[in-house]
């Protein structure tokens, strides 16, 4: 939809009306004089042959280049979706044991490797990309850095590990959005009964500092956490509790769920569990911090995931002023008429 940005540029459009309006006015007065002239054969052997309703195609084209110049005056502007100037995105990726899993081929772990480097390749040359990995705990891999080839060489370092911290995972990522805030991790208990999360405190007080102030959620366009796990929180923070500091931040998480739903059987070394994909927790996390929840089922599913996310967090939706467009088509308008003036009459208009 276009918007003017100036209103009185309607005042510039009064003397082009009343040019058209003195143009057919004209015209039907040279029409009443014709008609006095009643030797119609002679008329038709003086008169310019195959002219007809062109002769007036030059000056409708010069009255709408005007119309147009004139609307170029008062700043149109559009809706278009333009690339962040500062975009962060932190692929939080889990790598727990579970993620060997052969129901999406090859196995878990190597089909989220491949779709996250085909969304590193696919991000624009000034989106910074970090990578952090959880399991029972969450590790810094890759900071946010423009280079995708240490970017890339992050993704293919991971180790699997027992566990799975999705509250870990978002702090983490949060901390390397915000560098300046502090996030406690330290009391909470890794050694919590599978299934339960322990609580986390909020957001600390810095020295000298008061926290920083919540914002509406969704509302930092800066930045944005994709999380991929395919189970549910066995330690660490409460993920739910995480995402509403995230939101507090106004960073979105959108999350993706990898693997069947009805969970696989893992064990090694005497030990073995079913581990199900909490999809309730991830469409919470992505609920309350205005993010999105992905499932993926096969590696295709995940692949088209991160490609559709790709234009979600690098590209918004800005107000572009387009009077330069205007202008151009104004002055394309104005040549187009002169020429054919000049082409067929041997004038110019």
Request: aromatic letters at 8%; hydrophobic letters at 50%.
């Amino acid at each position: 939809m276009i918007r003017f940005l100036e209103p009185a540029w309607l005042l510039a459009v009064i003397p082009v009306l009343l040019l058209a309006a003195a143009y057919v006015w004209r015209t039907l007065h040279r029409r009443a004089y014709a008609m006095k002239f009643t030797n119609v054969d002679l008329l038709k052997s003086i008169a310019p042959k195959g002219i007809g309703w062109r002769r007036h195609f030059p000056a409708v084209a010069f009255v709408l280049a005007l119309l147009i110049l004139a609307a170029a005056l008062a700043r149109p502007s559009v809706d278009a979706k333009q690339p962040l100037e500062r975009a962060t995105i932190m692929l939080a990726i889990d790598v727990s044991l579970s993620m060997e899993s052969t129901d999406v081929a090859p196995n878990r772990i190597k089909a989220a490797q491949a779709a996250a480097r085909a969304f590193v390749n696919d991000t624009p040359m000034n989106t910074r990309v970090g990578v952090v990995s959880f399991a029972g705990t969450a590790a810094v891999v890759q900071p946010p850095t423009k280079s995708k080839d240490d970017i890339i060489a992050a993704i293919d370092r991971f180790q699997l590990q027992r566990g799975t911290a999705v509250g870990a995972g978002i702090l983490v990522s949060l901390k390397l959005v915000f560098p300046d805030v502090e996030f406690d991790l330290r009391n909470w208990n890794p050694r919590v009964d599978q299934g339960k999360s322990a609580p986390i405190d909020r957001v600390q007080k810095q020295k000298d500092k008061e926290p920083p102030k919540p914002v509406p959620p969704g509302s930092y366009t800066g930045a944005a956490i994709i999380l991929l796990t395919d189970g549910q929180t066995t330690t660490g923070p409460d993920p739910i509790e995480s995402a509403r500091i995230a939101a507090e931040r106004g960073v979105r998480v959108f999350t993706v769920g990898i693997g069947t739903e009805k969970g696989e059987m893992i064990g090694a070394e005497g030990w073995s569990m079913r581990v199900r994909l909490d999809e309730d927790a991830l469409k919470q996390i992505a609920t309350v911090t205005r993010g999105e929840y992905f499932y993926a089922g096969t590696a295709n599913d995940l692949k088209k995931v991160y490609e559709g996310m790709s234009s979600r967090m690098v590209l918004e939706t800005k107000e572009m002023e387009v009077t330069s467009l205007f202008s151009a088509a104004a002055a394309l308008l104005a040549l187009i008429a002169v020429g054919l003036s000049m082409v067929w009459y041997n004038r110019i208009l």
